[in-house]
């Protein structure tokens, strides 16, 4: 799903970068910006587009707001303070474009893909993603806060580090590093549910099963 070109080119101009009204601060330097987004753009849109695709299950959808996103970033040009920060910072605007559409939708929505840790030893909720689980996981994540999912996501799929997770959420590094705490507590949860569940409906199957076969 990550392979996917959204585009060849960032199309700012045909997405009306500038509506009225829309003001740019001093010292903003639109060539510079469009630029210095232009290659953001093609260094990161299929990962940024990998990670909507995860939070929205829509691909047609996360085409849409990959572009969306990257025209925020270079209408935020000015809000980014260091560029060897560039990643974190995108994933930041994707991240509240993906939260501002489910919220929309009132819809959470996960799809469990592989990705690679920076950990030596994975993680239980990197290995359970790895399973390709498609079932219990899915459902466990479903059942987890949009936030949580999403630190989980970042952190486990896309391989952000613990500063570059607080800077996409837009949170401290103590904060960021509880809310993935909690997270992955959460999933733990919510997975014993899922797995207790489906082991009541086999045990009453094969139950059925047993008094069909009783002479």
Request: aromatic share 6%; proline share 3%; charged share 30%.
């Amino acid at each position: 799903t990550g392979a996917r070109v959204v585009a060849d080119s960032l199309d700012i101009a045909q997405r009306q970068a500038y509506p009225a009204g829309f003001a740019v601060s001093a010292g903003w330097d639109r060539d510079e910006a469009y630029r210095f987004v232009e290659d953001l753009f093609a260094r990161h849109q299929n990962e940024i587009y990998a990670y909507l695709v995860r939070m929205l299950r829509d691909p047609e959808l996360a085409a849409d707001l990959t572009q969306d996103a990257f025209v925020k970033a270079y209408r935020a040009y000015d809000s980014l303070q260091k560029p060897e920060n560039a990643r974190a910072w995108l994933y930041q605007i994707a991240h509240r474009v993906a939260l501002d559409n489910l919220r929309r939708r009132r819809i959470v929505r996960f799809v469990p893909l592989v990705g690679e840790t920076r950990n030596t030893s994975p993680s239980a909720e990197h290995l359970a993603m790895d399973l390709r689980l498609s079932g219990d996981l899915q459902r466990a994540l479903e059942k987890i806060p949009e936030r949580q999912r999403a630190a989980l996501l970042l952190a486990e799929l896309h391989d952000l580090t613990r500063l570059e997770l607080a800077a996409a959420l837009g949170v401290s590094h103590v904060a960021a590093r509880a809310l993935l705490t909690r997270a992955r507590e959460s999933l733990r949860q919510a997975l014993a549910v899922e797995r207790a569940a489906i082991a009541e409906s086999e045990a009453a199957a094969d139950a059925a099963r047993h008094r069909e076969t009783r002479p």
